[in-house]
């Protein structure tokens, strides 16, 4: 019995790629209501403000939690390219769910390669997390774990598609 579909998708891709997705895009939702409700009240407590060191709220509402810190270097820090990382949580986990229906190679292409993307601004933004901001995120850090198991299910998905056209070419 074989681990893939007849389209070289593995079975168990869809649901695991359904829940990270859905996880991701829950927390990213979280994200920007915290940040937005920071910056109307700043003395609103999110849940995942759980200490002086253990704080959401502040890391959201850091430099770095717009446009990862750096856009705010080449366009000032309103301007409408500066959108909250979460903005573009939201963005990338819904790429990631509508491509994720799709199975084409051109499809599976840029889930790889956004995922690698989102993988690279988790390893940055971790460590602006330990050695800049010296804080831990709950939140964020669920993230980047999501985005490194999207990656893992974007290679076999990859490696998937890519054994069927070799099977299919070999016939």
């Not at 330990?130 to 939140?139: E, N, R, S």
């Amino acid at each position: 019995m074989s681990s893939h579909s007849a389209s070289g998708v593995p079975k168990w891709e869809f649901r695991v790629r359904l829940i990270l997705c859905i996880l991701g895009l829950v927390l990213s939702v979280y994200a920007l209501h915290v940040e937005l409700s920071r910056e109307n009240n700043p003395e609103y407590r999110a849940m995942c403000d759980l200490g002086n060191s253990v704080s959401c709220s502040k890391v959201f509402t850091s430099r770095w939690g717009r446009g990862f810190g750096l856009v705010q270097i080449f366009t000032s820090k309103d301007s409408v390219l500066n959108q909250p990382n979460s903005v573009l949580g939201i963005i990338f986990y819904t790429l990631q769910l509508g491509l994720g229906q799709t199975v084409s190679s051109r499809a599976g292409f840029f889930l790889v390669m956004s995922s690698w993307v989102s993988v690279a601004g988790s390893v940055y933004l971790a460590s602006i997390l330990a050695f800049v901001l010296g804080d831990f995120c709950v939140v964020c850090v669920s993230t980047y774990i999501i985005n490194f198991a999207l990656l893992y299910t974007n290679l076999k998905r990859r490696t998937g598609l890519e054994a069927r056209l070799k099977k299919g070419k070999s016939q």
